[in-house]
Every structure is written in C-alpha cells, then in structure tokens.
C-alpha cells in the first residue's frame, strides 16, 4: 500500500497522458478550460494539452496525498515536502511557459536531492539517514549501515543521470513510458540486490 501512495502521481500522470494522447481534441478543450488562465499567452496547442494536463494533475495529486496524510492526522515524510516544492516549482514552469522541458527535469532534481541528503548527511551531520528510516525493521553493523547508506545515495546520483539521459535523448512519450515502468522496474532490481546483500547479516544477527 505505501508503494501504491508513493507513486500515486507517477500513476495519474501516465495515465493522463495517454488518455489526453489518444483524445487529443477533447484533451485541447479541457486544457484551455482550465489551465488556459495558467499559460502564458493564455492558448494550449493540440500538441502541449497531453503533458501540461499530465502535469497539472501531478500537481494536484501531490497536494492530495499530503492533504490525506495531514487529515487523517499522520506524518508528512521530509520526502513528500520535497517533492511537492520540487513538482510545484518545476510542474508550474511547464504549464506556464507549455515547455516539456522543466518537467522532464523535475526526477532529476527529486533524486539528486534524495542523494545530496544521503551522501552529505553523515559527513556533516554525523547521521545516517538509512539508518534513521529503517533502525526499527533492521538490525544490521554500523559498517553495514554505512555501506547501505552510500549505495543508496549513489543510487539516486545515478537515477537522475538517468532520466537526463532519457528525457533529452528520446521522445516524449517514450521518456513518459520509461518515467513509470524503467524506473519503478531501476527501483525493484537495486532493492533485489540489497536484500540479497543483506540476507546474510540479518542471519548472523538471528
């Protein structure tokens, strides 16, 4: 269930995508609708309606996710926060200026960010955050911690070159595809590999 609500937009953007993909016309009226006073110029071409709709339905779907948390009276994860500032700023660029381009960035800056926190935070805060997130579940050494933590912060360095890579190298559509299933699938493969690593700690420690 906390995987379904983390990708909850990752979700609606896809689908929303498609659907305005393959209803292009009605995409275009519902657009100028309701995001034309958002645009500058203040007109949705045929072609923008599918990714500026996708994206303001990411918007509101991230707002949601925090307002269902903060309503039912439970805590918002620092991630969340990030991620909300991060697809406001970038999400409201794109349908602005209806340029693809900042939301094609946005992954990018969310997982750098996510590996700036991880890599940083033990050197100048003496905290590792994987530790910090996953103490109570694991009991593992300190220098597997560590290794945990730095694999986890090069995994999100790596991510985001990823996306880069694959935002301005293919089509927009292929990049909308790879946004949900490559890096969800990125995301199972290196989480596979870390359960195998730490097996035989979580042995040694029965």
Known sequence: MKLLFDLFPVILFFLVFKGAGANPEAAQAFADQYLSALVSGGEVTLAQAPILLATA??????IAQIGWLLARRKPVDNMLWVS???????????IYFHDEQFIKLK???LYWCFSLALL???VLFGKNL???????QLTLPDPVWSR?????????AAMGAVNLYVAFSFPLAFWVNFKLFGF???MIVFIIAQSIYLGRYLKEAE
């Not at 339905?57 to 991230?62: E, P």
């Not at 994987?130 to 109570?136: D, L, N, P």
């Open 57 to 62: 339905v990411t918007i509101l779907a991230t």
């Open 130 to 136: 994987m530790r910090s997130m996953m103490g109570k």
């Open 184 to 186: 969800l699938g990125l």
């Open 107 to 109: 992954p990018t800056v």
């Open 148 to 156: 945990l933590n730095l694999a986890w912060g090069l995994f999100f």
């Open 84 to 94: 909300l500032g991060i697809i406001v700023l970038f999400g409201g660029a794109t």
């Open 120 to 122: 940083v935070s033990p």
